[in-house]
C-alpha cells in the first residue's frame, strides 16, 4: 500500500504504543525533525496512557486504532472484532474528542467481515509498504537499512512504539529521519 500524492512524500507509522519509555522518546525525535507520524494505538495501551495519547495529538501527529489487544482480526467473529475496534475508536474519542479516521489490522489480517466492520466505524484501512520487522528487534542497523533502501515516494513506513523494547527503533529513527530529510522526502500524514 501506498500514498496516492504527489512527489516524494513519505508516511511513518508507529504501531502497538502508547508506551511510556519509547513513544515519548519518539515524540521527541519528531518535535526536533519537524516531522509528523501516525501512531496506531492499542486501545489498553491508550487505556493506561491517556495523557500520552494526548501528547500525540497536541504535538499535531495522527492517532488512529490498532484493536484494542492486538488480536489476529481475520480469526475472529464480527461481533468481538466490532468490539475491538470499537472499544478503541470510542476510547480515542473520549480522550480527544474525535473518533478516528485510519485502523489497522494486528498483523496487516483483514478480511470481509472486519473491513466491513472498519467501515462501518467510518475508518479506512492502511496497510504498509515499508516493512522495518523492528518487532523482532534485528539491530539498528536493519532497521535504519530498511527504510533507507525501501524508501519511495508514497511509501509508508512500518515501525513500533510500543509491544516490548523499542530500543533499536528509537535508535534507527534518530538516524532515518534526518538523512530521509536529505534526500529530499517530505514526511506526511496519511489523511
Avoid at 474528542?97 to 485510519?102: E, K, N, T
Wanted: glycine share 10%.
Amino acid at each position: 500500500m501506498t500514498l496516492d500524492l504527489p512527489g516524494k512524500k513519505i508516511a511513518l507509522t508507529l504501531d502497538d504504543g502508547p508506551h511510556p519509555t519509547y513513544t515519548p522518546q519518539v515524540l521527541k525525535l519528531l518535535r526536533k525533525h519537524k516531522v509528523p507520524g501516525t501512531f496506531f494505538v492499542i486501545g489498553e495501551n491508550a487505556h493506561s496512557h491517556p495523557d500520552l495519547v494526548r501528547a500525540i495529538a497536541d504535538e499535531g501527529h495522527l492517532v488512529a486504532n490498532h484493536s484494542w489487544s492486538h488480536p489476529q482480526l481475520d480469526t475472529l467473529s464480527t461481533k468481538r472484532v466490532r468490539r475491538e475496534l470499537g472499544d478503541t475508536s470510542d476510547l480515542i474519542q473520549d480522550i480527544l474528542g474525535a473518533p478516528p479516521g485510519l485502523a489497522r489490522a494486528p498483523y496487516g489480517a483483514w478480511d470481509k467481515d472486519a473491513l466491513t466492520v472498519c467501515a462501518e466505524l467510518g475508518m479506512e484501512p492502511l496497510g504498509w509498504s515499508v516493512d522495518t520487522n523492528d518487532w523482532a528487534r534485528p539491530g539498528t542497523s536493519k532497521i535504519t537499512a530498511s527504510v533507507l533502501d525501501g524508501a519511495h515516494s508514497g511509501a509508508i513506513v512500518l515501525t513500533h512504539d510500543g509491544g516490548g523494547d523499542r530500543s533499536q527503533t528509537v535508535t534507527a529513527l534518530g538516524q532515518v529521519l534526518p538523512k530521509l530529510l536529505d534526500r529530499g522526502y517530505e514526511l506526511v500524514l496519511p489523511a
